[in-house]
């Protein structure tokens, strides 16, 4: 398995954070305990944001080595050794 790069940690973290404070919001509602309604709003559209920008950064990436025929590791396609013999001898 391919090492996380530090982007994709931090989209896992941001998930994460997003996902308690929402949840700790409506706990703390659910208790009859005043929640911080704008922090937990401030955190999760923080949150969301970076995970718009990871998805337009990822996406952006992949489409560049598409067009320049890299892999995932920036390595150039191998197009002959991917034709199995059988299309050879057709």
């Known amino acids: 398995m391919r ?3 530090f982007s994709k940690k931090l989209a896992a973290w941001a998930v994460v954070v997003a996902t308690l404070a929402a949840a ?3 706990a703390l509602a659910a208790l009859d305990k005043q929640s911080v309604s704008d922090v937990t709003t ?3 559209t923080g949150c969301i944001g970076y ?3 990871y998805a337009a950064k990822s ?10 025929g890299l892999d995932a590791d920036g390595n150039p396609f191998n197009y002959e050794s ?7 001898h057709c």
């Open 3 to 5: 090492k996380w790069e």
């Open 24 to 26: 700790l919001s409506y």
């Open 42 to 44: 401030t955190i999760f």
């Open 51 to 53: 995970l718009v920008t």
């Open 59 to 68: 996406t952006t990436e992949k489409l560049s080595r598409n067009k320049h």
């Open 82 to 88: 991917e034709v199995s013999n059988d299309e050879l």
